[in-house]
């Protein structure tokens, strides 16, 4: 028992230190997108099982590094929500708000896999 719970641990710690050194690596919002006061991203979570996350909302201000990957909220998840790619088509697109939906591909309890799912929303606020 214990192996596999310091497994899950260790699988999620590195996933934190991949999310840190990708922050730390990425430029900061005013350099990516020089026209945006500030961005907010926010997910709205559904699963099949009898519990789920809480909805949440994140908001970036120009010195915050333009980094879009989110872990899963599932604490015995090795998953996560990358909105790369989203974030910059809202950027670009000139929309006022878009959205849409991505699952989470991680594994739970090391053998099962995540059947969480967000909605998320990008909402970008130029200067």
């Known amino acids: 028992m214990r192996f596999s719970a310091a497994t899950r641990a260790v699988g999620r710690e590195a996933m934190r230190e991949r999310h840190r050194l990708g922050r730390m690596a990425t430029p900061a919002m005013r350099a990516r997108f020089p026209g945006l006061q500030s961005l907010q991203v926010g997910f709205d979570f559904s699963d099949r099982g009898e519990f789920r996350p809480s909805p949440q909302l994140t ?16 604490s015995d998840c090795d998953g996560e929500f990358d909105l790369t790619d989203p974030v910059k088509l809202a950027v670009d697109s ?31 606020y130029r200067q």
Not at 59 to 74: D, E, S
Request: proline fraction near 11%; aromatic fraction near 12%; charged fraction near 15%.
């Open 59 to 74: 908001v970036f201000h120009p010195p915050a590094p333009a980094y879009f990957r989110f872990a899963c909220p599932y």
């Open 94 to 124: 000139g929309d006022a708000r878009s959205g849409g939906q991505v699952r989470c591909v991680g594994t739970r309890h090391r053998v099962v896999a995540c059947t969480l799912c967000a909605e998320y929303s990008i909402t970008p």
